[in-house]
Each structure stands twice: as C-alpha cells, then as structure tokens.
C-alpha cells in the first residue's frame, strides 16, 4: 500500500522518533510530573527517566496515551490511526484485522482504543451509576458488500451499531461486527457502571449479556414502547 510508504508506518523504531518529534519535539516532558528537558535515556531504547528528585520514574512516548502498555507495535498503531481517521465511513475490527494483517484481537482492541480516543471528551465516566437505567439497542444497516442477502440471524452480513442510553442521560454508540455476545459484552463492561440497571430487549444474546455482565439487575424486558408490550398488556 503506497499511503504506507512513509518510514513511520514501516518500523517500530521509525514510529517512536515520529511520535516522539510529534509529542515533544526538541523538548522532552516528563508526563508524570510536567517537568521539560530533565530526563535521560535509559538502557532501554526509547524509555527515559526523569532526574527530578521526587519523581524519577521511566516513561516513554506512550506513556498516558492510548498506546500505553499494549504490545502492538507502534508502526501498527500508525497504519490504524491512519486507516480510521481517513476513512469516512469508519472502519469495522474485522477490516482492520484484514487489512493490517494482525489478529481480530489485536485489531479491536486498537479499533476501541482508537475510537475512545477520537471521541470528544476523551475517557469518560461509566453509565448507569447509582443505580441508573441503561438501555442497549441495535440497528442494523447497509449488507456487507460482497456477501449474500440472507443469513442465519438478523444481523447476518450486515453493519451494526450497539447504542448504550442512559436515561435522561447521554448515549454512546460503537460499531460491531455481528450482535454477538461477544462483541457486545467487553463494550457493556468497558462502558457501565457496576450498578446499572441494564435494560434490553428479548434477544438471546442480551439474555447472555444481562447474566454475565453483572451489573445488578438482569433486565430482558421488552422495551416499553415496542408493539410486543402493547400486545401483552
Ligand atoms: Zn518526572
């Protein structure tokens, strides 16, 4: 891929001096107490120490960033944060893990990191503390190009947006290959509150998640405004 081309993009070394210029240029910044320029390299290649006295702990250009404590190369970090933030449409795990030849697990972990990243605000707080209400929806949309009309399940082929919904509270909404339980279950841990009340619909899946997810209360009721409650009542 020519777009790759670029050092950076191409080793782990290259990519760590791009990040590096880029994040502190002729200015090194201890990011665990602030100061400039007091820190030397260490035997390690591209982790410093600082020389404050109080401080004197390593970091390297990932320390507090997305990138901090994962494995995952930095050239792959690049070539992922290059194929997201260029891609209109957003870009599934799935394609991600096809197209920078890493393993699915890689690809979404870096997918979800990158995306909470991109996202405005940063990390944020979970949803449904305090014993808050939290509804979980999908919606399907658009076939995956290339593949057939039918499948197995609803979501078969198709693009799916997971929805988390706090009530009377903000909504987060994430991209996923397929409603699987798991796919659904890390993005339900990474993003409630131990104490939410998690509202869903019938799905069996659902079912799974509300019992695995441990959050207090294993909801599978229908959602209210649904016609499969109006028929009951
Ligand atoms: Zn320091």
Redesign the pocket.
């Known amino acids: 891929m020519s777009q790759f081309n670029a050092p950076h993009f191409q080793s782990h070394e290259a990519a760590r001096e791009y990040l590096e210029g880029l994040r502190w240029g002729a200015e090194r910044v ?1 990011p ?2 602030g ?1 400039v320029n007091e820190s030397f390299l260490t035997k390690k290649p591209g982790v410093y120490r ?1 020389r ?1 006295k109080e ?1 004197r ?1 390593d970091f390297s250009v990932t320390t507090k960033s997305v990138m901090e404590s994962s494995h995952i190369k930095l050239h792959v970090w690049l070539q992922a944060f290059f194929l997201m933030a260029s891609s209109k449409k957003g870009i599934s795990s799935h394609q991600l893990h096809r197209a920078l030849g890493i393993t699915y697990k890689s690809a979404w972990f870096l997918t979800h990191r990158i995306r909470e990243a991109m996202r405005a605000g940063g990390l944020l707080p979970p949803m449904g503390g305090g014993g808050k209400a939290v509804e979980v929806d999908e919606t399907f949309y658009v076939r995956l190009e290339g593949t057939p009309k039918k499948g197995r399940y609803a979501w078969a082929n198709k693009n799916v947006v997971l929805t988390l919904v706090e009530r009377g509270g903000g909504a987060r909404s994430f991209h996923i290959d397929g409603a699987r339980a798991g796919e659904i279950l890390p993005i339900i841990r990474a993003n409630l509150s131990r104490e939410a009340k998690l509202m869903t619909d019938e799905m069996y899946s659902y079912k799974y998640i509300a019992e695995k997810a441990s959050t207090t209360t294993r909801s599978t009721t229908p959602r209210t405004n649904t016609s499969a409650m109006k028929a009951k009542t």
């Open positions: 201890c665990h107490c100061t600082c404050v401080c702990k």
